[in-house]
């Protein structure tokens, strides 16, 4: 079993920064494929990055990449997400996930946290 508490939203103007962090629970937390994903009021929930077990492979979404890095620090059970250069557009709850599947889809995700706001003003 593993517990997911992500941490680090907040508001921020266009053009800001914020870092988020997700922490484990539990020792395994090396095995697990962890994202990033968000939903906005009335939309669906879409993945915003993707990183590998060892923190080696990293995948972005189209519409964050260059703005956003995924990492992980094994040794502290923890995920982040550096969000630059955000934009209004980027307003939504932001969810860690877990996952045993090596290249995940949205379903394979076993572990979820319980999300953190992120609202970028104009």
Do not use: H
């Not at 937390?29 to 990033?36: A, D, E, L, R, T």
């Not at 995920?79 to 250069?85: E, G, I, S, T």
């Not at 955000?86 to 599947?101: F, I, N, Q």
């Amino acid at each position: 079993q593993v517990q997911l508490v992500e941490s680090g939203g907040g508001l921020v103007q266009a053009g800001g920064s914020l870092r988020l962090s997700c922490a484990a629970s539990g020792r395994t937390f090396s095995s697990y494929v962890m994202g990033w994903f968000r939903q906005a009021p009335g939309k669906e929930r879409e993945v915003v990055a993707r990183i590998s077990t060892t923190g080696g492979s990293t995948n972005y979404a189209d519409s964050v990449k260059g703005r956003f890095t995924i990492s992980r620090d094994n040794a502290k059970n923890t995920v982040y997400l550096q969000m630059n250069k955000l934009k209004p557009e980027d307003t939504a709850v932001y969810y860690c996930a877990g996952s045993r599947v090596l290249n995940p889809y949205v379903w394979q995700y076993d572990y979820w946290g319980q999300g953190t706001q992120v609202t970028v003003s104009s």
